[in-house]
């Protein structure tokens, strides 16, 4: 239910703004977003080059029963679903199905399902922004020049983190972290809190937790280039049990 509230959310927000906004590309949609222990969010979802994203859809789809009818699908299909942009409210379902081969295959996911595994939590992922562009610079560009479009995408996102009910909550971007913070506005506030010593030193787990009891820790990238190194993993992996489990 929660993925159907998003995309519906997303799908007006895609019908009332300029294409301009979403890089004249299909915006992100969800297969599932399920109430979770640890929720990790991200600032938006990349964009591979079509012919290898395609192609590692061809791969990976027969990897579960619900989903390896995208390997009947031609690329021109697989193109259009992106850029077609007049077809993009009949394409909800089929946008997720294919998100949902990225999220059980691609590296990317790797880290989270890992500490699904090792800390025994269910997780999920959101995005802040739903523009598909690998470019943070872009993406970046965009939301500074668009601020109605940034607050309206934002409101989407706090309103799916509140129905996903999570118990703590890794904002795995820098970028991400500066916007969640840095807003005036009540409902992002409350949730995403600084992270100065006054508020949390005495904690016991080292990140701040918000007035609803959730904890939310600011790291940078769990995978690529500029991922966190394994001494901070492991940390973050501690005080994620210790807080999930002994409070």
Same mark, same amino acid.
């Given at each position: +239910?929660?993925? *159907?509230? @998003? $995309? =519906?959310?997303?799908?007006? /927000?895609?019908?009332?703004?300029?294409?301009?906004?979403? %890089?004249?590309?299909?915006?992100?949609?969800?297969?599932?977003?399920?109430?979770?222990?640890?929720?990790?969010?991200?600032?938006?979802?990349?964009?591979?080059?079509?012919?290898?994203?395609?192609?590692?859809?061809?791969?990976?789809?027969?990897?579960?029963?619900?989903?390896?009818?995208?390997?009947? +699908?031609?690329? *021109?299909? @697989? $193109? =259009?679903?992106?850029?077609? /942009?007049?077809?993009?409210?009949?394409?909800?379902?089929? %946008?997720?199905?294919?998100?949902?081969?990225?999220?059980?295959?691609?590296?990317?996911?790797?880290?989270?399902?890992?500490?699904?595994?090792?800390?025994?939590?269910?997780?999920?992922?959101?995005?802040?922004?739903?523009?598909?562009?690998?470019?943070?610079?872009?993406?970046?560009?965009?939301?500074?020049?668009?601020?109605?479009?940034?607050?309206?995408?934002?409101?989407?996102?706090?309103?799916?983190?509140?129905?996903?009910?999570?118990?703590?909550?890794?904002?795995?971007?820098?970028?991400?972290?500066?916007?969640?913070?840095?807003?005036?506005?009540?409902?992002?506030?409350?949730?995403?809190?600084?992270?100065?010593?006054?508020?949390?030193?005495?904690?016991?787990?080292?990140?701040?937790?918000?007035?609803?009891?959730?904890?939310?820790?600011?790291?940078?990238?769990?995978?690529?280039?500029?991922?966190?190194?394994?001494?901070?993993?492991?940390?973050?992996?501690?005080?994620?049990?210790?807080?999930?489990?002994?409070?």
């Amino acid at each position: +239910m929660n993925a *159907l509230f @998003y $995309n =519906h959310q997303i799908l007006e /927000l895609f019908l009332s703004y300029d294409k301009s906004c979403f %890089l004249e590309r299909a915006p992100m949609f969800y297969d599932e977003l399920n109430n979770c222990d640890v929720l990790f969010v991200g600032i938006n979802p990349s964009f591979i080059d079509l012919r290898k994203s395609y192609q590692f859809i061809q791969s990976n789809c027969l990897n579960d029963a619900r989903v390896n009818y995208l390997q009947q +699908m031609k690329e *021109l299909e @697989y $193109n =259009h679903l992106y850029f077609k /942009l007049e077809d993009v409210s009949k394409n909800i379902q089929i %946008l997720g199905d294919i998100h949902a081969v990225f999220k059980n295959n691609y590296s990317y996911f790797k880290k989270f399902k890992l500490i699904q595994k090792q800390i025994n939590v269910s997780v999920e992922h959101l995005d802040l922004f739903p523009i598909r562009e690998t470019s943070q610079n872009k993406v970046s560009k965009i939301i500074e020049q668009n601020t109605e479009f940034r607050s309206a995408c934002l409101k989407i996102f706090i309103s799916t983190v509140k129905k996903m009910n999570p118990k703590a909550i890794v904002i795995e971007n820098t970028l991400a972290r500066d916007i969640l913070i840095k807003q005036n506005d009540l409902a992002l506030n409350e949730y995403f809190p600084s992270y100065d010593f006054e508020h949390f030193k005495n904690n016991g787990i080292g990140t701040p937790v918000n007035k609803f009891g959730v904890a939310v820790y600011y790291t940078s990238m769990l995978t690529g280039q500029r991922a966190i190194d394994l001494g901070s993993f492991n940390r973050l992996l501690w005080s994620l049990n210790k807080f999930i489990h002994q409070n």
